[in-house]
Antibody
Framework: EVQLAQSGAEVRKPGESLKISCKASGYNFTDFWIGWVRQLPGKGLECMGSIYPGDSETRYSPSFQGQVTVSADKSISTAYLQWSSLKASDSAIYYCARHSLAIPQSELDVWGKGTTVTVSS | EIVMTQSPATLSVSPGERATLSCRAG??????LAWYQQKPGQAPRLLIY???TRATGIPARFSGSGSGTEFTLTISGLQSEDFAVYYC??????????FGGGTKVEIK
């Protein structure tokens, strides 16, 4: 079964760093793009960026460029989303999701359960 | 960025009735349009891709149509488990993949 297992909820203070993870199983991790999606409290869905684990090519939505870093370690089939300096406005649920094809212009067919990030002083 | 506009924001429907949800793209996205269902406390689930193809395991009461800028998700014979929020998403204009604001389907 294809699955994406995300790391647990995190609580941080403003200015702190954070790295959350998304471990893939049940398929060849290097063959599909992985995307990250943000959901602010009570709000809709926003695509942040995607990575191709095969060669670590990464692309970001302009709104998130420079704000976060997406990475992957293909040796352990895990993708990451990280912040160097969190803000209160980063408090949200973050989902990883697999693009269904080997190209990023494709739907998100498998989703992780989400990681809740709370940033508060 | 392609703006995706969903209507209505909330749809009140009785069980067994049909629900029709609309999604409009600010410019053509061809058929590169997906629909997702999200229930409270859960991750989104893919329902429809390519504007009209049901994802694996999705019941036949869910159907999608449209191309270009106008799309529709129809749920025929609403069941209790279908009350949720539905999002459309275009994946034509990568890397700026955009979602609509969502339509909440609630029990009338």
């Amino acid at each position: 079964e294809v699955q994406l297992a995300q790391s647990g909820a995190e609580v941080r203070k403003p200015g702190e760093s954070l790295k959350i993870s998304c471990k893939a199983s049940g398929y060849n991790f290097t063959d599909f793009w992985i995307g990250w999606v943000r959901q602010l409290p009570g709000k809709g869905l926003e695509c942040m960026g995607s990575i191709y684990p095969g060669d670590s090519e990464t692309r970001y939505s302009p709104s998130f460029q420079g704000q976060v870093t997406v990475s992957a370690d293909k040796s352990i089939s895990t993708a990451y989303l990280q912040w160097s300096s969190l803000k209160a406005s980063d408090s949200a649920i973050y989902y990883c999701a697999r693009h269904s094809l080997a190209i990023p212009q494709s739907e998100l067919d498998v989703w992780g359960k989400g990681t809740t990030v709370t940033v508060s002083s | 960025e392609i703006v995706m506009t969903q209507s209505p924001a909330t749809l009140s429907v009785s069980p067994g009735e049909r629900a029709t949800l609309s999604c409009r793209a600010g410019q053509s996205v061809s058929s590169n349009l997906a629909w997702y269902q999200q229930k409270p406390g859960q991750a989104p689930r893919l329902l429809i891709y390519g504007a009209s193809t049901r994802a694996t395991g999705i019941p036949a009461r869910f159907s999608g149509s449209g191309s270009g800028t106008e799309f529709t998700l129809t749920i025929s014979g609403l069941q209790s488990e279908d009350f949720a929020v539905y999002y459309c998403q275009q994946y034509n204009n990568w890397p700026v993949l955009t979602f609509g604001g969502g339509t909440k389907v609630e029990i009338k």
